[in-house]
């Protein structure tokens, strides 16, 4: 999703990302390759019944804060479905319950990858309260994230990451490679089994999974970001179990992640950009009153503290990449500028990077549509990564979640989806370009963004079943929202996306700003729901334009 490498990765929640997903040759001798295939009527053979036939209990969700009537429950999926009857995996789920009459449930996902359902649905339920009008509105963990047999790296000091920049690796990037060889070996080390299993095509068939414990014929789905690609592929696995699916912030299928990492870098920027113009018209502005000024002065302070990280309370510093990780999250919507202006003048005036960090935690790849540090308290206590020792394949406890999983789910997603793997040849030949490019997209995001795609490198080949097979499908109509201004997934991809796909996809055009329209436009919304409940598609090539404009 590549420019400049962190100069100081420290072992804070950036160097457990590139941990996370640096498992480069090591983990190509080591990880299978992942596979997948056309969904058949064999998926419904026997050795998949005890799955298919399982009922879901229901009970309330345990832990401080969590909403009295949000009710929690676990699922059972194979952990290989190639070999059902060996190891299984438990994932956690949430709903609301329908208050109107009940025509089944729709089923959340809000992106990431990497970003657990159920926190996100306890803290911003209100917004999908409509919908149970008519559903159970549900969602999950899925595998290798959240309480879901979590994902991780560590945080040893020794992952060979901690050197990153120094002169022996901008110098001979065969040494770079050495050291995220090394860094893999933490990730196989702490992530358990689940790592060779933990792509878009097996989270799809725990979405049939689902579907069918829930008792739907059909899957009614609502996709936010990365959940676009997981109901497309969902869809292209399924069609004849497709419902009504809207995918809102749409995702690519066909553009490799060195190409998505630019795009990805050159929307933040713009983004940030923006933040920055109307940060600098309030005399509270920690950059001052200058745009060009206060620009510089961000570039300053991400430098600033990649070379002298601030302490936490987490024992984990937090570094110049982590501020950019929290930067990019905080941009998804104007609504959250307020609270990441107070954060940054926290931070830069006494130090305290707890506000920001909070940002961080919410997720850097993650839509979230309320920001889970502030105004609310973390979902689960967070913990430092390490080791996950729960019995295999059970839920993990919430304090148990390592806090590097959602960048560690996110760069193993990401790497299992992805199909190019240039060799150790094309690596340090196309380092000091990729480079170049990273950098001239954004010098804040760049090296961030750049970090995210060298962690495939030597990873084992991921599925071609995206960019070969969802394309042309044949399904009931589908539900593109994609909004011009928004900073993580590209209105195009929404277009090249609604082409590929075909005469199923119907876009909805929003030209507004931030990330995904649900949660922003109060156009976007009615529209969704009016499809949810009610089977109503906008025309295709319909608009929704910014709220003030909206009546």
């Not at 068939?205 to 997981?230: E, P």
């Not at 940030?272 to 940060?279: I, K, S, T, Y």
């Not at 940054?344 to 990077?353: K, M, P, R, T």
């Not at 919304?525 to 090539?541: A, C, E, M, N, W």
Request: hydrophobic residues 35%.
């Amino acid at each position: 999703m590549l420019a400049k490498l962190p100069r100081r990765p420290g072992p804070g929640l950036r160097r457990c990302a590139l941990a996370a997903t640096a498992a480069l040759t090591l983990l190509g001798a080591g990880l299978p390759t992942a596979t997948a295939h056309r969904a058949t009527d064999a998926d419904d053979r026997p050795d998949l019944s005890r799955f298919y036939g399982q009922k879901i209990v229901w009970s309330a969700c345990k832990g401080e804060g969590m909403p009295k009537d949000l009710q929690c429950a676990k699922l059972t999926v194979p952990l290989d479905y190639a070999r059902p009857k060996a190891r299984t995996l438990d994932l956690a789920l949430a709903r609301y319950r329908a208050t109107g009459h009940r025509r089944g449930s729709v089923v959340l996902n809000f992106g990431g990858p990497g970003g657990a359902g159920v926190p996100e649905l306890a803290y911003s339920g209100k917004e999908f309260m409509d919908l149970t009008d008519a559903y159970d509105v549900v969602t999950f963990d899925p595998r290798g994230v959240g309480r879901s047999s979590p994902v991780s790296c560590g945080d040893g000091e020794d992952s060979g990451l901690a050197s990153l920049d120094d002169e022996s690796a901008r110098a001979d990037p065969r040494a770079l490679l050495a050291r995220l060889k090394r860094a893999a070996a933490d990730c196989v080390e702490h992530s358990g089994p689940v790592l060779p299993h933990i792509g878009t095509v097996d989270a799809a068939r725990d979405l049939d999974v689902m579907r069918q414990a829930l008792g739907d014929k059909k899957l009614t789905y609502l996709g936010f970001s990365y959940g676009t690609r997981l109901g497309a592929v969902y869809a292209a696995r399924f069609p004849d179990r497709v419902g009504r699916l809207v995918l809102d912030g749409v995702d690519t299928l066909t553009e490799p992640l060195t190409e998505q990492g630019i795009a990805g870098a050159r929307g933040q920027q713009v983004a940030l950009d923006d933040f920055v113009g109307w940060c600098v018209k309030d005399i509270a502005c920690p950059f001052g009153q200058d745009p060009r000024v206060a620009r510089e002065e961000v570039v300053r302070l991400v430098r600033s503290l990649d070379d002298d990280p601030v302490p936490t309370d987490f024992g984990a510093d937090f570094s110049g990449q982590d501020l950019v990780g929290a930067l990019g999250q905080g941009l998804y919507s104007r609504q959250l500028w307020p609270l990441l202006e107070r954060a940054l003048a926290q931070l830069i005036e006494s130090g305290d990077a707890s506000g920001v960090m909070g940002f961080a935690a919410g997720g850097f790849a993650f839509p979230l549509l309320h920001p889970l540090p502030l105004p609310h308290p973390l979902p689960f206590p967070l913990r430092a990564p390490g080791r996950v020792e729960p019995t295999p394949g059970a839920l993990v406890d919430a304090e148990d979640v390592p806090l590097d999983n959602l960048p560690a789910a996110l760069m193993a997603i990401n790497c299992a989806d992805d199909p190019d793997r240039p060799s150790a040849g094309q690596f340090t030949s196309d380092l000091r370009r990729l480079r170049a490019a990273y950098d001239k997209a954004s010098p804040v995001f760049g090296q961030y963004r750049l970090t995210e795609v060298l962690m495939c490198y030597g990873r084992p080949k991921g599925t071609d079943f995206i960019r070969d097979e969802v394309k042309n499908l044949r399904t009931p109509k589908m539900l593109l929202v994609g909004t011009r201004g928004d900073p993580a997934t590209p209105y195009r991809w929404t277009v090249e996306t609604a082409k590929r796909l075909g005469s199923s996809a119907v876009v909805l055009d929003n030209k507004g700003e931030g990330h995904t329209g649900y949660g922003s436009s109060k156009c976007v919304h009615r529209k969704v729901d009016d499809f949810l409940l009610y089977g109503s598609l906008p025309p295709s090539g319909s608009s929704c334009g910014p709220d003030e404009d909206d009546g």
